[in-house]
């Protein structure tokens, strides 16, 4: 009788991962956490199916080492869209190699033809035939997203219609960085507009890195009983270890005896309120220092355009996000990461790097800076000379003044917005699952 209900209890597991057309794998690395954590554990069954919107042998042809886990996983085995289709074969051929003008217009154009195609395509997605007979039949089958747009519940819908007893929850794909609302160059409405806030009625279970972020959803409609704090999967030293341990990263970056001080400048996306102009004579002026080895690290290869007389320099790279090295091991080569604003923050303080939020660069407002003072927050290129001039003339005496004065500060941040407040993400996780199970 024990084995019987130990049974119904299995959780079976549908977890959808898009955006496989941006760089970088995004949802893997909020979902593989999450999931390799549950693996982990003794307290709940489960099985996990995965439906990867995109075409299989984009993945087969370089298996990336997160996906390798992923597959590997306890209980865990993924779906893709499609095998194979024309369309696919046809970008394939048509990609331009190279970093010129003319192939990142024509990749650009040829990708969205391929995206635009993929909706099409999801559009008609026979979802029965993916699901598995575990979920279709299970009493405890959970849908889990990191995303819950309009599209995302479209497909959610479909699968509720094959076991209603299904239920939908959220996965934290970020947190908030900016205090202020209007953080992008689009955000110009005279009356603050909420956003999809009828998505509510659909979201079962709603997980949240901070507190914070719960009581902002909370303050657009969401129901307080359906939001869990959990942390941050992807950024807490646990699944930093792990990471490492495991070797999931990209190959090691190259050093260089040449310059005294490793520093990252991790630039910000495209359509956030950044003062450009000014960002290019920041790096101009950071790079002119003979002894910093500096790495430009950018969403795409098109904007901003550095110029030539900066981008030439000996001591200046420029990295596309996840090409030459993975996001995690430029900021663990690095000793000062420079930023105007970034989703990757909290790793610059888990990993105890020397963070420098170059304020006079952006209009938005970070919380990082205003409510925690975490950091080197710097508001003129007058602060940045001093502090460069700080670096060369003895890096060792910088970290040690970095730490006494922002050690309590950054702890109190990553804290709050990594941990939830707590000891472990993990046993967050363990938790929040057994409560939802208890729910169905």
Known sequence: MAK???????????????????LGHKDVDHILPFLYFLSKSNDIKYTA????FDNKKNYIKSLDPRIKLLSKLKNVKLEF???DNIIFKIKQFLKLEGNSFFANFLNRIVNKIYINYLNKVQNNINFESRLGKDFIKSDFPLIITMHSNYRVQKFISQIKKKNQRAKWMILPHGTTVADNKMNLISDLNKEEVSKNENRYSNIDFFLQTSKRDLEEECSKG????????????????????????LKLDSKKVINSKNYKIKALFCLPKKDQNIFWDELIRSIDFISSYKKIDLIILNYNNIYPKIPNSISKRLNVRQYLISKEYSTSELIEWADVVFHA????????????KISVFLRHLSCNTLISDKHYNAGLNLSNRDELRTFCNDAIFSLKKLKKNYKKKCKIYNKKFIDDF????????KQNIIKTLLKIRDRF
Not at 4 to 22: A, D, G, M, V, Y
Not at 228 to 237: D, E, H, L, N, T
């Open 418 to 425: 990594v941990y939830g407040n707590s000891k472990s993400v």
């Open 341 to 352: 604003g970034t989703s990757v923050i909290f790793e610059f303080f888990i990993k105890d």
């Open 222 to 245: 969401m129901p307080k009983n359906k939001g869990f704090v959990i942390g941050s999967p992807r950024f807490c030293m646990e699944w930093m270890k792990i990471k490492s341990n």
């Open 49 to 52: 199916r995965g439906i990867i």
């Open 81 to 83: 869209l499609y095998e």
């Open 4 to 22: 019987k209900k130990n049974k119904e209890r299995i959780i079976s597991i549908i977890f959808l991962i898009l955006r496989e057309e941006s």
